[in-house]
């Protein structure tokens, strides 16, 4: 049976409990890993010091978990550990494992380049991208459910009671960075946003450059729809923000607040009949648009709104409701209409979305009805099924 030994990387905000309780529970389950595990927590700048000192053991796993741990690039945790994994996977009966948990940034290629080719093998990288591939298959790729254990348990602290329906959608957009400003124009200029329940946050320069209008429409020039981004960039959305205050770390070990949710956000979910979710995927740094096409997680916006056992919309990557049934969930076709799924074109596929919008805002009060019946046990089921991820320890599929 195999022995593990887990380094997480990260700052004095790591949530050592879930971390412990979770993660490192769900790679013991996914293993089959009865033995206790050795955990070592460390910094960027230790970590060279922490894996000299460990002991090279046969059928032994290694799992090296980085969480948002300041450092900016992914070479600053590998660098300074290559010598010793290299040392590590001659040892042909060893694993590798790594995980940027909250992260879907695709560093396969990072990992091809500095290990050996016939090392490969025994490397697997754990993401919460739900997106990405591996078209050479050299190293597994395992999605890792990383969100839920930050999201629940702060989800469990407030009231779920039931709540009257009021609009017909909600839509969080808190941080606006280049998807979210371009997604909530469209969708004020479609007269959709103020028509339901929203949250904006007036844009800062850092989170979107003053020429954000002029580098979008540069970017999408070749989209069949940059006449209706055109013309929904001219719109002028109102701030409508909710304050979430911080969460107390010594309580939840959490740096990121509340995972932007308090009862007040939380309530709002509820009183929608289904949600939107807008994830940035293209940001606008240093007057560059940079995009990913790979890019789809499922992260807090969405487990948001399956705690409150609601459908939602997406607002992401191609292909988003194809991975997300991969992970064992349920999409909500052909009830709502999925096909923007499909849509490489960005903007194309907003439009889409907002055009199914449109379509279910047209509902009779009856046929609304009817479509919230028709989606409850699919609702239900994704309750249940992201509770028993959290309950089992069952992250990894």
Known sequence: ??????????????????????????????????????????????????????????????CIIWIRSGATKFLDVILPAQRYLNKFLKNNNNLLLFTEALEPFNYIPVLQRFF??????????????IDITNEDNDIEIIKFDSFIPYNFPILELLSNKPINITTDFFIPTKTIRATKYTVTSMLKYAGLLESNEYTYTQPTPEDLDVNANK???????????????????????????????????????????????????????????????????????????????????????????????KPFMMFQCKDFFKHFKEMGYKSFSPFINEDYDLIQDDITRFKAVIEEMKRITNLSQEEKLILQNNLIEVCEDNFNIMSEKYYNNNLLL
Request: aromatic content about 10%; proline content about 3%; glycine content about 2%.
């Open 1 to 62: 049976m195999p022995t593990l030994t887990t380094i997480i990387i990260g700052d004095e905000y790591v949530p050592k409990k879930m971390i412990e309780d979770n993660y490192i529970a769900s790679i013991k389950q996914h293993y089959t890993i009865d033995s206790k595990t050795n955990i070592h927590y460390s910094s960027i700048k230790d970590i060279k010091l922490i894996l000299s000192n460990l002991d090279i053991v046969e059928n032994q796993i290694l």
């Open 116 to 129: 050996k080719k016939e090392n490969l093998k025994q490397i697997k990288y754990l993401t919460c991208n």
């Open 215 to 309: 580098i979008l429409l540069e970017k999408f020039k070749d989209s069949p729809e940059i006449t209706l981004l055109q013309q929904s960039l001219t719109t002028t959305i109102e701030p409508n923000s909710i304050y979430i205050p911080k969460a107390n770390k010594e309580v939840l070990g959490n740096r990121y607040g509340y995972i932007h949710i308090n009862q007040e956000l939380l309530d709002l979910h509820k009183t929608c009949m289904i949600g939107i979710v807008v994830e940035d995927f293209f940001y606008i740094w240093n007057k560059r648009l940079q995009k990913h096409d790979q890019f789809n997680l499922i992260t807090e916006k969405i487990y948001n709104f399956i705690y409150c056992k």
